[in-house]
């Protein structure tokens, strides 16, 4: 097989009995297959239909392990293999099951900026970052204010990682370590804590004229299920709860 990219392509295995061998390494759940640029390469599928590939146009400045016109094997944490292999099954069940979706505006964008972040979590579990690259904690919290105003300046609008990146002058994985070292999490769960907000603030407004999903999916939220579920553990009502005319402010003594 050839293999050609501007950017990356990953494989995953998605059944845990399945495996594969690459240029006679064997690759088994958790591991990742890796190819970046142009490569010729020899696999072997004991079963077929059960590699999921994924391939990116551009992946600069993501901290992504790997050599350019080399397919290789990369293992991460359990974890977050399970997590990046249920985002690939979740986004091929919307495309099976609710195509029309994939036609709305953004959503095409969203899905490929949470497989990016999904996938940036396991590469980081594969190949961590140096401590003597690590920036200083003034000059993490200085880039965490300037994310903060950049977010703020842009409310509504559905914002991906590598642009954001871009508009302040460092790498995915920079701000990556800045937002885990000044908030305490991830960058995608951060910046989907920031867009849960967003949509709270349209609800409360009342928007008729916008039904829930669509209000979702213009803040970047694709699968239904899980942005409920989210905005349920963090707001402790449903969508439908905060929508409603008859709602109560918690706040408010009875």
Partial sequence: MQYSTTGAIIGLMM???ASLILNGVEGRAPALLLVKGTTRCDIVEHEANLVALVNFDSVDDRGWPGEV????VIATERARFDALRAMVRDVLKLASHCP???????VIG???ESILQAVDLAMAAASPAPEGKRLSLSHYLALIRKFDEFVAANAGRTLYSADVARQLGVSVRTLH???V???GMSMHRYMRLRRLWSVRQQLLRGNASQSIKAIALVNGFWHMGEFTAAYRDLFGETPQQ???PDRKDPNCQP
Avoid: G, K
Avoid at 69 to 72: E, G, K, L, S, T
Avoid at 100 to 106: C, G, K, R, V
């Fill in 177 to 179: 370590n800045a937002v």
């Fill in 242 to 244: 905060t929508l409603s």
């Fill in 15 to 17: 059944d845990d009995e």
């Fill in 69 to 72: 016109d080399r397919a290789q």
């Fill in 110 to 112: 969203s899905i490929e």
């Fill in 181 to 183: 070292a000044i908030r």
């Fill in 100 to 106: 029309d979706t994939l036609a709305q505006p953004n």
